[in-house]
Each structure stands twice: as structure tokens, then as C-alpha cells.
């Protein structure tokens, strides 16, 4: 695939086979993505890549502990809730995808199981928990390479026919990654990534949410 055919025709998964993924391939995604930038090439990224029992794990405590109403213990800081357009646009990326799912507005029981989907990584094969240096708390560039790096995974994954969602659920409940996924406490937990073979008769899995336009998002000085 070219470039310009990765990025257009990527999209986030959200329904996996029941297939593992190899070591080598997850190890040839991670070498590509690693390529990106990074500030003053720090690299201050660590992938904790998980399959198997332990990420079974992970699953279960996650999906207990929100179920048992136990507050989420998040590490990497989320902010104020989203208001105004940016509630807007992660309202209708929501409307999207439960129009796909055939969820509506007032089951609640097909919303809570889509909510718990994400905490169990959407049962996805893999699971990459993307930590940082802890000394490199408060710096705003790390962050960003986080991400940057994190961007390139996804791309790198989908070139090889593999598909990902970056999420949150997954690390709401950091005791329980940190433990099971063997995360030393010289790291900060920012977020985890589902991982594997796309299932192509998911539902939610052909949506493409909606993009902003260069003109609404874009500004050009000095040009003619």
C-alpha cells in the first residue's frame, strides 16, 4: 500500500477474528512506527504488548471493577468533558456507530455492553499499553511523541493488514494493567491500543467518521 492508500482507507476497528497476531509481525509494526518524531529524539515511549491470559485479565478486572462502580484511576490526565463543537463532533461520532450497531437511543442494555466492549480492549487478540518516562512528567512534548508514535502504530499496523483502535477503557483501571501487564513504576500510563484482524462482517467496523475540512481546520498567511 502507498502512503496516501494507508491514511485514506484506515480506519478504527472495533471487531476483531478470534485469530493471534505473530510476534514477528507486532515487532515489524512497532520498528516502522518507531521511525516517527520526536522531541530533541527523546523517544520517551515504552510498548507493553499483551495477548493470551494476562490480557484475559486485564478484561475481567477491568470489566468488574466499572461494573462494581469502582472510580476510574486514569494516570494520564483527561481534562475537563468535552463541550460545544468538540461534544459535537464526539456526539456524532457516537450516532454513527450505534446506527451501525442497530443500538438505540433508549436500550440500555446494548449501550452498556458497547461501553464494555472498549473496556475489554473490543476483545481484540493484542493489546499495546503505550506508558512514558515518569521523570518526563509535565513536559507537553512528550505527550506529543506519544501520540505521534501511537499515530504511526495504527498506520504501520493497517499497511500490514492488521487493525486498531486507540482507546481509553482500556486504561481506566490502571491497578489492574499495571499488575497484570508488569509495568514498572518508573512509567506513566497513557493509553492503550486494541490490536488484531479486522472482522469484516462487524458492524461498526466500515464506518469512516466524519472529518473536518482543510478549510475549516486550516489557516494560510503570506500566500497569494
Given at each position: 500500500?502507498?502512503?496516501?492508500?494507508v491514511?485514506?482507507?484506515?480506519?478504527?476497528?472495533?471487531?476483531?477474528?478470534?485469530?493471534?497476531?505473530?510476534?514477528?509481525?507486532?515487532?515489524?509494526?512497532?520498528?516502522?512506527?518507531?521511525?516517527?518524531?520526536?522531541?530533541?529524539?527523546?523517544q520517551?515511549?515504552?510498548?507493553?504488548?499483551?495477548t493470551g491470559?494476562?490480557?484475559d485479565?486485564?478484561?475481567?478486572?477491568n470489566?468488574?471493577?466499572?461494573?462494581?462502580?469502582?472510580?476510574?484511576?486514569?494516570?494520564?490526565?483527561?481534562?475537563?468533558?468535552?463541550?460545544?463543537?468538540?461534544?459535537d463532533?464526539?456526539?456524532?461520532?457516537?450516532?454513527?456507530?450505534?446506527?451501525?450497531?442497530?443500538?438505540?437511543?433508549?436500550?440500555?442494555?446494548?449501550?452498556?455492553?458497547?461501553?464494555?466492549?472498549?473496556?475489554?480492549q473490543?476483545?481484540?487478540?493484542?493489546?499495546?499499553?503505550?506508558?512514558?518516562?515518569?521523570?518526563?512528567?509535565?513536559?507537553?512534548?512528550?505527550?506529543?511523541d506519544?501520540?505521534?508514535?501511537?499515530?504511526?502504530?495504527?498506520?504501520?499496523?493497517?499497511?500490514?493488514?492488521?487493525?486498531?483502535?486507540?482507546?481509553?477503557?482500556?486504561?481506566?483501571?490502571?491497578?489492574?494493567?499495571?499488575?497484570?501487564?508488569?509495568?514498572?513504576?518508573?512509567?506513566?500510563?497513557?493509553?492503550?491500543?486494541?490490536?488484531?484482524?479486522?472482522?469484516?462482517?462487524?458492524?461498526?467496523?466500515?464506518?469512516?467518521?466524519?472529518?473536518?475540512s482543510v478549510?475549516d481546520?486550516?489557516?494560510?498567511?503570506?500566500?497569494?
Amino acid at each position: 500500500m502507498t502512503y496516501e492508500e494507508v491514511v485514506r482507507s484506515r480506519r478504527s476497528i472495533r471487531g476483531y477474528l478470534d485469530k493471534p497476531v505473530p510476534r514477528e509481525l507486532i515487532e515489524e509494526v512497532l520498528e516502522m512506527a518507531m521511525r516517527s518524531p520526536s522531541s530533541m529524539n527523546t523517544q520517551p515511549y515504552h510498548f507493553h504488548v499483551i495477548t493470551g491470559e494476562p490480557l484475559d485479565r486485564i478484561r475481567k478486572g477491568n470489566t468488574e471493577r466499572i461494573l462494581a462502580g469502582e472510580p476510574d484511576s486514569r494516570e494520564f490526565r483527561r481534562g475537563e468533558a468535552f463541550a460545544g463543537k468538540h461534544r459535537d463532533r464526539q456526539i456524532a461520532c457516537a450516532v454513527q456507530l450505534f446506527e451501525a450497531m442497530g443500538i438505540e437511543r433508549d436500550d440500555k442494555e446494548k449501550r452498556q455492553d458497547w461501553v464494555l466492549r472498549g473496556f475489554r480492549q473490543f476483545d481484540a487478540p493484542v493489546c499495546v499499553i503505550v506508558t512514558y518516562d515518569k521523570e518526563l512528567s509535565g513536559s507537553d512534548d512528550t505527550p506529543f511523541d506519544c501520540g505521534a508514535v501511537t499515530t504511526a502504530l495504527v498506520n504501520a499496523a493497517w499497511s500490514r493488514g492488521l487493525g486498531c483502535v486507540i482507546n481509553s477503557q482500556g486504561i481506566m483501571q490502571s491497578p489492574v494493567v499495571r499488575e497484570n501487564a508488569h509495568i514498572p513504576d518508573d512509567q506513566v500510563i497513557m493509553k492503550a491500543v486494541a490490536m488484531g484482524w479486522p472482522d469484516e462482517d462487524f458492524p461498526a467496523n466500515p464506518v469512516r467518521i466524519t472529518r473536518r475540512s482543510v478549510e475549516d481546520a486550516a489557516r494560510f498567511v503570506g500566500f497569494d
